[in-house]
């Protein structure tokens, strides 16, 4: 009983610390939550057309595509890795599925995707096998397949056939009053959630992000984990690419050029920290929300210069950055 | 385990190594720096392959090829710096890789309920759900030894486990281990904390240079001979004539000493810490790895920021920030890890000597050739350094040129004092016994110099004074007849008490 | 420890072949540049007409100036994506002042070049961020600065002789931009290799906790190396727009950080910092530039390969390149 009583003290005066920790740790990760409640108030009161259901989807609509990728950016960042190749593996997918759409929208949405999940598991052997680090493997593949892009293409963009009109269904359809685009937003990020909260895989690619060494002193299978995040990133910039596609009808060797800065920037604006292993798929989500309606509110504002969004947008995230890390440093 | 050996690069880093541990039993395991601890326990828990001998498990032949193998047949190790997951909860710390499912989903009650369960047993409650970093270190090291626990493990190895826990903090870990001592697991102890050791240990072994050197019960050991036997001395053994010191230091400690640290403070690591040292003087700074040596160096030098306390060199006040100022100060430091802290590998063996010297050799930031050139030669000609040229890059170099080119990169500016920590560990004879003459040589020049080292020999012959530390605190300090290893080892090992009872020392001796 | 000394033994009778092993990565990659320099004057059709010498050096002269400032900030274990920006609001800037006088304009877009660059620097290593999100940050606000410089992202066509001099002037047969090239080329070469700066900058990358203990001010080198790497994409932008004739702050410099760093890869310096090889970088951008020039005219008298296929094959360099150097440094 004495050991016991001794614990229970030891306990006792951590509490404390946890409990500074804990709010620490959530304006860490919630500021970004904090920031969007903050504009979302802003922005009703100051709009009329914002807070409308045509207004609030087309929101979500636009920056559905850009959600698909920061997600599975989230995972490769969770394991402490990067992955610049999204932008270009979103085109290769829009291409090939434009140019398969005549052949049925599942056929082409599952082909396309299951040709940028290899492209992604390529990167994964690469940086795990080759010891290479993920930013020149996937810079790499950034080139490569933005090359692949252009080349299957003849440097054109692909008109999908006017018949497969189930294929633009995918990008332009309407479920009830949800576009389709945010109804598969919508399942991704659960599905992104379950996984990343309640499977051993999603599990270990926080392990991995925490403390590569002890995660394989613990007897982990790194390299499984790494496979899995790369692979699913350029699955889900697939199927962000297909959905672009659908929308526009068309396949653009050149869509998504720059991608991979706008979904770094909104999984790091939503507190997933670039070391890994602290962060998840809702943090991320609210990053991609808070910077798409920040634009939108710089639309409804009409004042405002896209080219000042451009700076706002940089400074903001720099911002957000250096007060994660300075909280996190006092920590 | 019987006839472990193991080598790197064609060196042997173990030879002959044999353990054997009982059900039940804590066993220490001791020995200074290099004398193969980590290494045996690396290949006990599968997570280097030994190069030669045999391991047996309860009776039956073990081979490990990864931790993973070991941890499922029952060898666990709990390392120093906990090997855990800092932003994961202690439940999944524990079952990492073999979280209970349900539908193919973490099973999280279950989870944390068998957690909770794992960790009352051991006489801990902690809330399996708590962020592993929100808890202090020693609660963490439990929760790395209820994760070996849970794999059912046979053998729970300790790695310095007390070196950063609080008195009280200590108290609970002896309560774990007696618990898992009761239920008839064997513990492997490493610690150089005597009193731990004889507080919680059932026997010892003893290694030196990797290699065996004995195993013992503990209640029948004395504290001093178990010094004895780590540093590998008899307790009568002779007291000069080893070292290229030839003498006591000339330097006297002056009426205004050269430098002065005054009750430096740093966490527990560093309690309040003074000492001075005169012009010309050499004084040894001895005590067991982890015992505030290093830190007691670093502090001085500006490596590391003080709580408390203030460095004086000629009387003046000198408020560091960082080691450039105290580099500008005239100090110098020569850290005891060279390779992380020393060399700067890819560069040459002129660029890492000229390095600290860089802007006295440089004219509108252009340093000028010639005279680095000069330099250089100078001191690879005075000191013997065996390199291909002044080109070649510093990590081709052997530990012992090396060593000389990073005292070099003092030795070529104008420095008052020199702070050395280990300057001769892992350096051959040969050229060990030519730092040591370059030591003298520059006290006699009127340098002041503080030298760390695990080598009592250097210590005795080499100081005019030796100020002996134990657990971050000043226990004694020596001068004239009184240094003698024996002196030192009683003093590191107990403290200053033979000091206030002198009839101590003389039954001791016998 | 004593395993330590006994390896470093080892490598000491081994000094000479890895001697000769370090200079590995420059000379194979000056023996890939001088075979594929070869085998395009021999089978490539107009591959050795001068104009066309000077063709190839005169469109690699923006990576150039940039990658060699790359070079140094990834010798420091760092990386600076915003030099495409910067080079961006340089040119904004000097199309946008020309009528306060050439002098002027150049160097207030220097000068902000260096100040921009700075700012990276101070915030890598005062608040200790990544940098790679630092410049990122810069990357996207600089395009946007850039834009609002020059009246909302208008063309800014300008015609001024003694400006245009920069991009489009000759001295004797040599271009006077591939003059500048050639001079920061000597200028970096001999700051990494003759400076205490440069001393410091691989030391920082090599060893930080060791240079900290030898008394290298951390902070200082960082900051001058992002200030430098900053400044030299500002003469880059700078000659660019003189060649354009106009600034054009959405396409200046666009995407140009994938290429420096490319090049610097290539040439043999590692991302992990510590060494550098300004040489290294030099050839590895002509590599990286002849490939496309011989892929544009048709390689070896075969058809023109089509500039996506190009993509493909450098992407395929950079790897092999990198995997290389990585087995020797392992």
């Known amino acids: 009983m004495g050991q016991s009583t001794t614990t229970i003290d030891e306990a006792g005066s951590t509490r404390g610390r ?30 009329e057309d ?12 636009q920056n559905s595509m850009l959600g698909l990728v920061a997600l599975g950016m989230t995972f490769v960042i969770l394991t402490g890795g990067i992955d610049l190749s999204v932008g270009s593996l979103l085109a290769v997918a829009g291409v090939v599925a434009a140019n398969l759409a005549g052949h049925g929208m599942i056929a082409a949405l599952l082909i396309a995707v299951a ?25 790499a593949m950034m080139i490569a397949a933005r090359g692949l892009a252009l080349a299957a293409t003849g440097e054109e963009s692909v008109r999908v056939d006017k018949l497969s009109e189930d294929f633009t269904w ?21 599905l992104g959630w379950l996984v990343l909260r309640h499977t051993r895989f999603g599990r270990h690619v926080y392990a991995l992000g925490d403390n590569e060494e002890a995660a394989r002193l613990m007897g982990l299978n790194v390299g499984r984990v790494t496979l899995g995040v ?67 509110v710089f639309n409804l504002e009409g004042t405002i210069s896209s080219w000042w969004q451009w700076v706002l947008r940089g400074v903001f995230l720099l911002a957000v950055v250096v007060m994660q890390n300075s909280l996190s440093r006092r920590k | 385990m019987e006839s472990i050996t193991k080598s790197f690069s064609g060196v042997n880093a173990l030879t002959g190594v044999s353990l054997t541990l009982e059900p039940g039993e804590v066993h220490a395991l001791v020995g200074e720096n290099g004398a193969g601890k980590s290494t045996l326990i690396k290949i006990m828990t599968g997570a280097y392959r030994r190069d030669g001998g045999e391991m047996w498990l309860e009776g039956r032949r073990v081979e490990f090829r990864s931790p993973d193998e070991a941890q499922s047949a029952g060898v666990v190790a709990v390392y120093q710096e906990v090997n855990l997951l800092a932003f994961r909860s202690v439940a999944e710390n524990i079952y990492l890789g073999r979280e209970p499912r349900r539908f193919g989903l973490i099973d999280w009650k279950r989870m944390n309920r068998e957690a909770r369960e794992l960790l009352e047993r051991l006489g801990l409650e902690i809330d399996p759900r708590t962020t592993l970093g929100d808890l202090n270190i020693a609660l963490r090291q439990m929760v790395a030894i209820a994760r070996g626990v849970s794999f059912g493990a046979r053998v729970v190895v300790l790695d310095e486990p007390t070196s950063s826990l609080t008195e009280h903090e200590v108290s609970i870990l002896y309560d774990v281990i007696r618990r898992l001592k009761a239920e008839g697991r064997a513990v492997v102890y490493i610690s150089h904390r005597f009193d731990e050791l004889y507080a919680i240990c059932d026997r010892v072994t003893i290694l030196r240079d990797g290699q065996f050197v004995a195993t013992h019960t503990l209640s029948g050991l004395e504290k001093i001979d178990l010094v004895c036997l780590m540093l590998g001395k008899r307790r009568e053994e002779l007291r000069q004539g080893i070292t290229r010191f030839d003498h006591h230091g000339v330097g006297q400690e002056d009426a205004e000493p050269l430098l002065r640290a005054e009750n430096l403070k740093r966490g527990r690591k560093l309690n309040h810490v003074t000492l001075q040292v005169g012009r010309g003087e050499i004084v040894g700074l001895a005590g067991l790895l982890g015992s505030g040596r290093t830190e007691t160096a670093r502090a001085i030098f500006g490596a590391d920021p003080l709580e408390e306390g203030e460095v004086y060199l000629e009387g003046k006040p000198l408020g560091l920030r960082g080691p450039s100022d105290g580099i500008r100060a005239g100090l ?11 060399i700067i590998p890819e560069l040459s063996v002129r660029d890492n000597m000229t390095l600290a010297a860089l802007p006295a050799l440089a004219r ?17 000609e ?20 090396q060593q000389k080119v990073l005292l070099a990169r003092w030795l070529c500016k104008n420095i008052k004092f020199l702070i050395l920590d280990e300057p001769t560990r892992g350096i051959d004879i040969g050229a060990r016994g030519e730092i040591q003459a370059l030591i003298n040589e520059l006290a006699a020049t009127g340098l002041g110099v503080l030298m760390i080292s695990s080598e009592l020999e250097e210590l005795v012959e080499g100081s005019s004074r030796v100020i002996v530390m134990r657990d971050g605190e000043r226990v004694a300090e020596l001068r004239g007849e009184d240094i003698s290893q024996d002196s030192i080892i009683r003093r590191m090992a107990e403290g200053d008490a033979p000091e206030a009872q002198p009839a101590g020392v003389e039954a001791l001796r016998d | 420890m004593q395993n330590a000394t006994e390896v470093n033994h080892l490598k000491t009778k081994a000094g000479l072949l890895s001697g000769l092993a370090a200079l590995g990565p420059t000379y194979g990659a000056l023996m890939a540049l001088t075979l594929l320099v070869l085998l395009n004057l021999l089978f490539t059709p107009n591959f050795a007409a001068s104009n066309n010498f000077w063709n190839v050096l005169l469109q690699v002269t923006p990576t150039m100036l940039v990658a060699v400032g790359m070079t140094f900030v990834i010798a420091t274990a760092g990386i600076d994506l915003s030099v495409g920006s910067v080079m961006a609001i340089a040119s904004a800037l000097a199309a946008t002042n020309l009528d306060r006088g050439v002098g002027a304009a150049i160097l207030l877009a220097l000068a902000v070049s260096f100040s921009l660059g700075a700012l990276n620097g101070a915030l890598i290593a005062g608040f200790r961020i990544q940098p790679i999100i630092v410049t990122l940050a810069l990357l996207i606000s600089g395009r946007g600065i850039a834009q609002v410089i020059s009246h909302g992202g208008q063309l800014i066509p300008f015609s001024n002789q003694s400006f245009e001099y920069l991009g489009k002037g000759h001295v004797g047969p040599v271009p006077f931009q591939v003059l500048v090239m050639l001079s920061v080329i000597a200028a970096a070469i001999f700051l990494l290799r003759m400076t205490s700066f440069g001393r410091y900058v691989l030391a920082v990358g090599g060893n930080e906790a060791a240079a900290r203990l030898a008394g290298v001010k951390i902070h200082r080198t960082k900051l001058l190396v992002y200030a430098l790497s900053g400044l030299l994409a500002g003469v880059a932008g700078l000659i660019e727009t003189a060649r354009l004739g106009a600034s054009d702050a959405a396409k200046v410099g666009l995407n140009i950080e994938l290429d420096a760093i490319a090049a610097v890869v290539v040439g043999g310096t590692t991302l992990a910092g510590g060494r550098a090889t300004v040489a290294g970088t030099v050839i590895g951008a002509l590599i990286m530039q002849v490939l496309t020039t011989s892929f544009n005219m048709g390689p070896l008298g075969l058809r023109p390969v089509p500039f996506s296929w190009a993509l493909v094959f450098k992407a395929a360099i950079i790897i092999f390149a990198v995997y290389i150097q990585r087995r020797r440094v392992a």
């Open chain 2, 382 to 401: 005075r000191l013997g350094i065996k390199a291909a040229g002044a080109d070649q890059k510093i990590r081709e170099l052997s530990g012992g040129n």
């Open chain 1, 170 to 190: 995918l990008g332009q359809g309407k479920l009830g009053p949800v576009p389709v685009p945010v109804l598969i937003l919508v399942i991704a990020y659960g």
């Open chain 2, 332 to 342: 110098a430091f020569l850290s005891e890890d060279r390779k992380a802290e020393g």
């Open chain 1, 115 to 139: 040709f940028t999940t290899l492209l992604g598991l390529l990167n994964g052997i690469i940086i795990d096998r080759a010891r290479i680090q993920p930013f020149i493997v996937t810079l």
């Open chain 1, 50 to 61: 914002f807070l409308t259901e045509r207004n609030l989807f087309n929101v979500l609509r």
């Open chain 1, 230 to 296: 790369y692979a699913l990133s350029g699955a889900l910039s697939g199927l962000g690419g297909v959905l672009l596609a659908s929308r526009l009808g068309a396949g653009q060797p050149v869509a998504g050029t720059g991608w991979e800065l706008d979904a770094i920037a909104a999984v790091v604006v939503g507190g997933t920290l670039l070391t890994g292993g602290q962060g998840g798929s809702g943090a991320t989500l609210v990053g991609v929300l808070l910077l798409g309606i920040i634009f939108n």
């Open chain 1, 18 to 47: 946890v409990a500074r920790g804990r709010m620490a740790s959530f304006i860490q990760r919630q500021g970004a939550l904090v920031a969007l409640l903050g504009v979302l108030i802003f922005a009703t009161v100051r709009y």
């Open chain 2, 364 to 380: 509108f930031g252009i340093v000028s050739r010639a005279r680095q050139r000069e330099i250089v030669e100078r001191f690879i």
